[in-house]
């Protein structure tokens, strides 16, 4: 605990208390502990991370799930649907979680990061590697009642800015939007109405600054666009629907 705390942890005691119980080793060179002094996310240290009450496996250089992305699940259950995509998937974990809110559900899952698609392989979740829409099967044109997708939107001048533990630790292609941030929101927008069942649904993960430039794009590719926000997690979903009929 005295040296997490010296290395700045906040919640030192805390984390002392979830490496310890972990039973692996603590204090080598290359144990746990000098791990998290490193500066690597307890979450990738530990191996595992909390999300949607779900126990989720974390290797290292996967995008840490982040607990406001809660709110695209959450969205993603109140609709409601069978054939269910998670692009953009990272360690799976929000498939997962619609998963396990939803039942009975077809999941499939697609990150153009390999070490992505072993995690969310890990996790059980039948993941595909390539280019967005590029991994997914054909047979699912036409059929997806929920397209959720967290991808990258962090504009690329503002990825300097943020904390060392994502700077260091997570892949530069699972932060960096582009110029605007928003360049992955308006391939995936432009591309999804083809997979979607009518009446089926897109869900992107944006802010509430990027927001506006994430509903043109929602509209630019002929879906109909709303804005869900929680400010106490700082969450912001755009939901582009397929107009039944359209
Ligand atoms: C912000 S992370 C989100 C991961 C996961 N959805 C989550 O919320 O924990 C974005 C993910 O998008 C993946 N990605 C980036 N560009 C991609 C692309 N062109 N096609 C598919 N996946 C991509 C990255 O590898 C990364 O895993």
Redesign the pocket.
């Known amino acids: 605990m005295a040296r997490l705390r010296a290395a700045g942890c906040v919640f030192a005691e805390e984390e002392a208390a979830l490496l310890a119980a972990d039973g692996r080793d603590l204090d080598g060179p290359s144990g746990l502990v000098a791990r998290r002094v490193a500066g690597e996310p307890l979450e990738q240290v530990l191996g595992w991370v909390t999300?949607g009450g779900l126990r989720v496996l974390l290797d290292p250089g996967?995008?840490?799930?982040?607990q406001r992305?809660a709110l695209l699940v959450e969205e993603a259950v109140a609709l409601g649907g069978r054939v269910v995509v998670?692009?953009?998937?990272?360690?799976g974990?929000?498939g997962l979680a619609v998963a396990a809110g939803l039942g009975e559900v077809e999941l499939i899952a697609?990150?153009?990061?390999p070490v992505?698609v072993a995690c969310a392989r890990r996790n059980g979740v039948d993941a595909r590697a390539?280019?967005?829409f590029d991994?997914l099967p054909g047979q699912l044109r036409g059929r997806v009642d929920l397209l959720c997708?967290?991808?990258?939107?962090v504009p690329t001048d503002a990825i300097a800015d943020m904390p060392p533990e994502a700077r260091d630790h997570e892949?530069v292609?699972?932060?960096d939007g582009g110029a605007d941030g928003l360049d992955?929101h308006r391939?995936v927008a432009a591309g999804a109405r083809a997979w979607l069942a009518p009446g089926g649904a897109l869900l992107l993960?944006t802010s509430r600054r990027q927001a506006p430039g994430t509903l043109a794009a929602v509209a630019a590719g002929g879906l109909s666009g709303r804005l869900v926000t929680d400010d106490d997690r700082g969450a912001a979903v755009v939901v582009g629907t397929r107009v039944t009929g359209s």
């Open positions: 999300f996967v995008f840490v799930p982040r992305t998670d692009l953009c998937c990272g360690s974990a929000v697609a990150d153009v990061d992505a390539g280019d967005l991994a997708v967290n991808a990258p939107y892949p292609t699972a932060l992955l391939r993960e």
